[in-house]
């Protein structure tokens, strides 16, 4: 007679195939969305702050607004010596 069983995986050989299959494409899976979000910067730990958070000085605000062409070059000199007197 033979056995045809002889050489079968058992109920627990399976079922460790299936966890270890599932574990595998899952490992596969999170490697893929990691490569693909540090490709695109997600990781980068480089803070750039956002304009709520920093603090800027009544004179970077006129020269960024004369920077943006906001205001012109007379206009800008004129604040600046008015917040230059206010301050001291």
Known sequence: ??????????GWG????VVGMVLFWAFVIVGIIAVIQFNSGAFRTEHT???ETVDYSAEQILAS?????????TE???RLDVLRRTAH
């Open 65 to 73: 607004r004369f920077a943006c062409g906001e205001i012109d070059e």
């Open 1 to 10: 007679m033979m056995f045809w069983y002889d050489h079968d995986v058992s």
């Open 49 to 51: 702050p956002s304009p």
């Open 14 to 17: 399976c079922a460790g195939m």
């Open 76 to 78: 800008y000199h004129q």
